[in-house]
């Protein structure tokens, strides 16, 4: 008998944004569903426009798994995750096993299909890259979502994510950005 899906099934009990007040409140189950589409977006985006060579469907994958830890965790938020370099560390640390421990709830003759899910490889750097650029992007979209229901509290937030995004100097995040993003301030009247 297995717990693996029994413990990851449990990502939508895990609400993110837990320092912020929400309209809409989110889950991690329901932010990596969002993450692997944006992922998998960022990496057509890089072979079509940008001459990439890297694999949609794997990064889509390393994205719907990429918070899996906090269903031991906890989703720890940003400001209290990075609050020092001693906090960051230990925390890495605990994600590392929480990774081992959800891991080994796979049977055994199922885990080599998943190390590389849940323990990143150097073969996987420029996958893990469009994963992290997907995951602020879906913080950004969030971000957006709340300014447009006319909640100020995201306002802060908003522009540190955009900085951090545009930090990380890829050009796929701004087509994204240019291209996808203007659509979440508008209301269902204006998409239509």
Known sequence: MSHFFAYVSRMKLIQRWGLMRNTQTENIQEHSLQVAMVAHTLAVIRNRLYGGNVNPERVATLAMYHDCSEVITGDLPTPIKNFNRE????????????????????????????????????????????????DKLCAYLKCLEELQAGNNGFLKAERAVMAGLMKMNMPEVTYFVETFSPSFSLTLDELN
């Open 87 to 134: 906090i960051v560390t230990a925390y890495k640390k605990i994600e590392h096993l929480a990774c081992e421990r959800i891991y080994k709830m796979l049977p055994e003759e199922l885990r080599e299909d998943y190390r590389d899910i849940f323990f990143p490889c150097e073969q996987d750097d420029e996958h893990w890259q469009l994963v992290k650029a997907a």
